[in-house]
């Protein structure tokens, strides 16, 4: 599984919203750039994860995104999910029936594939929240919430 541009940059977003004091709000802006991200495709993303229920948008001055739960109910699967990322290779492979290492290695990669969802939405937000502030205690950081 390769992560894409747009998986990456919303799995950021949302770690830097967890990080907020509250969780949030935090404007595009703010979020663009303290993770160094352009805030136009950020806002797209946004909006994606919006419609996903994972965050919600706050209108005002004070107002932007924040997460819509608590980070220990989303996961990076439900993360990547939003924004239309693919987890499933070989999509289109069907395996030759007359050749058995076809079928072996088609099997093997399905579940790899298997393996690699379980992963994904087993891990949440709450866990890189925490490996986040694992690594900026080690690196002598109490305030900085760049990921």
Known sequence: MKL????????????DLSL????????????????????PYLEKLLMEMRRAGLVNSV???QGG?????QPKQI??????????????PL??????INVAEDW???SLWQKL?????EALYSITLADLYYDARSWQAAQGEENNFIV
């Open 104 to 106: 072996v290695t088609f």
């Open 65 to 69: 995104y924040q997460l819509a739960c």
């Open 4 to 15: 894409t541009t747009k998986g990456h940059y919303s799995v950021k977003a949302l770690l």
């Open 113 to 117: 594939n298997q393996k690699l969802k």
């Open 91 to 96: 999509s289109s492979y069907t395996p030759d």
């Open 75 to 88: 996961s990076l699967g439900q993360i990547l999910s939003a924004v239309g990322e693919n987890i499933n």
């Open 59 to 61: 209108r005002g001055s």
């Open 20 to 39: 907020q004091p509250g969780y949030g709000p935090a404007s595009v802006n703010a979020i663009a750039q303290r993770q160094d991200l352009p805030a």
